[in-house]
C-alpha cells in the first residue's frame, strides 16, 4: 500500500513538473501581445492555410491530438475554440473541439481521480457537499447542466465531478452534449474573426467588428446562454 501510494505521488508530481514546464516554454515563446497583432495574426494566418490546403488531414489529426495534450496540460477551452473556428470554419471546428475537448477531459478526469483524488476532496469537498444528493437523483442530466452552465474555469470544472465519483460514460456523453453550445458559439464567433481579417488588409475599428454579423450573432448566441445558464443555476443548483 506504501509502494503504491508512493508510486503514486511520483507519478502525480512528474505530470505537474511537465505542466509547468510547457507553461514555462509556451510563456518564454510567446507574449500576449502576440496573439493581439492584427499583423501577427494576419501573416501567420496565411502560412497556416497554406499549410491547411496542403496537408489538411494532417493537420487536422494535429489539432485533434494537441487539444488533448492541451486539456491535460489544463489548458483553457475557449482559446482552442478560437482557433479552431480560425482554422477550420464553425462546422468542422465545432465537431473537432467538442470531441477532443470532450476526450481530453475525460482522461483528465480518470488521471485527477487516481492521482488526485485526496487533495481535490480536502480543497472542494466542503463547498460542494450539497450537490451529492442531487447527483445521486440523476448523474447524466446533472452532469449536462453542470457543463452547459460552465461559469468555473475549464480545468477545474474538468476534475471536480471527482468529488462525485460519476460513472465514466456519464462524464463522457455529459460533456460532450453540455459543451457543445458554447464550443459551438465560441468557434463560430473564431471562424467569424477569420472571416473579417481576411477581407480587410488593415484592422477594423471595433464598432465594425462588433456589427459584423459573423461576430454579433455568436455573441447574441453567448448571452442567450449566459442568461438561460443563471436561470439553471438558480432552479437546479441553489444549496
Known sequence: MKNEKKIKSILGLSYLLIIAVFLWVFFDKFSFSDFTSYEF?????????????????????????????????????????????????????????????TIGATLLYLISNYFFKDFIEKKFSS???????????????????????????FFIQNILPTLFNIKLHNYF???????????????SLGSGLENIINHNLDAPS?????????????????????????????IYFKN
Open 41 to 101: 495574426i494576419k501573416n501567420n494566418r496565411d502560412e497556416i492555410f497554406k499549410f491547411k490546403n496542403n496537408n489538411f488531414g494532417l493537420i487536422l489529426l494535429i489539432f485533434f491530438v494537441s487539444t488533448i495534450f492541451w486539456v491535460l496540460l489544463l489548458g483553457f477551452g475557449t482559446p482552442v475554440c478560437f482557433l479552431a473556428g480560425f482554422i477550420f470554419g464553425k462546422w468542422i471546428g465545432s465537431i473537432i473541439v467538442i470531441f477532443s475537448l
Open 127 to 153: 463547498r460542494f457537499d450539497f450537490l451529492k444528493i442531487k447527483v445521486k437523483k440523476n448523474e447524466f442530466i446533472f452532469f449536462c447542466f453542470y457543463r452547459l452552465i460552465g461559469g468555473i474555469p
Open 173 to 187: 456523453f455529459g460533456s460532450l452534449l453540455g459543451l457543445a453550445p458554447q464550443l459551438f458559439i465560441w468557434t
Open 206 to 234: 471595433l464598432f465594425q467588428m462588433i456589427f459584423s454579423q459573423e461576430i454579433y450573432l455568436p455573441i447574441v448566441g453567448f448571452l442567450i446562454l449566459f442568461i438561460l445558464g443563471i436561470i439553471i443555476k438558480k
